[in-house]
């Protein structure tokens, strides 16, 4: 029973993980495009190309950056929580 609780607490996490990664990448979109592209056209000139890399690298590196210590908080709490061992 302990067993199968555990495999549906993964997927749980495993599908909340992907919900906020899809959640990321709809924001990014939405967030760098309303502040590089000011006027859409076919193509990309140089400098939206620029502010896009800048802005996408920006999130991604926050997004790493809580994912990290999100993920370092999670196994301090499994090591800390006995019932977990």
Known sequence: METRKQMVMDQI??????AGAQELIQKIN??????CITKPSTSLSN??????????????EAFNIVSRTYTAR?????????ELH
């Open 13 to 18: 996490r495993s599908e909340l993980a992907m």
């Open 74 to 82: 999670l196994a301090k709490e499994r090591l800390d929580d006995p």
């Open 47 to 60: 400098s939206e190309q620029v502010c896009l890399e800048r802005c996408l690298g920006a999130y991604m």
């Open 30 to 35: 939405d967030k760098c495009f309303q502040k």
